[in-house]
Nanobody
Framework: QVQLVESGGGLVQAGGSLRLSCAAS????????MGWFRQAPGQEREFVAA????????LTADSVKGRFTVSRDNTKNTAYLQMNSLEPEDTAVYYC?????????????????????WGQGTQVTVSS
């Protein structure tokens, strides 16, 4: 098993940047595909980004492509989501997720139900 804790959220003005961190404990993070999801009030959970075990392959949602970058440092048992050029529409609770069984399938990794482990989330609020 693995435990995930997100941090780095906060309030930022449009055009600003934040870096979210997902710290893992338990099994080594390198065993897990990592995903980032977000959920705005009254909205469905939305895929944001995913990264494979080695960090050499990534997926990003069209809505954040070119602005957000997912990365990981397995030596620190931490995954990251660098968010640049933030927009009010990015306001949401952001969650990291992990799964040890998934292979890097671009279709399945976009589906939150495919991930076994989830963090508690961190709030990101982008003001106009």
């Amino acid at each position: 098993q693995v435990q995930l804790v997100e941090s780095g959220g906060g309030l930022v003005q449009a055009g600003g940047s934040l870096r979210l961190s997902c710290a893992a404990s338990g099994r080594t993070l390198s065993s897990y595909v990592m995903g980032w999801f977000r959920q705005a009030p009254g909205q469905e959970r939305e895929f944001v980004a995913a990264i494979n075990r080695s960090g050499q392959r990534t997926l990003t949602a069209d809505s954040v492509k070119g602005r957000f970058t997912v990365s990981r440092d397995n030596t620190k048992n931490t995954a990251y989501l660098q968010m640049n050029s933030l927009e009010p529409e990015d306001t949401a609770v952001y969650y990291c997720a992990a799964d040890a069984a998934l292979w890097f399938d671009p279709t399945r990794l976009r589906v939150g139900d495919q991930y076994h482990y989830w963090g508690q989330g961190t709030q990101v609020t982008v003001s106009s």
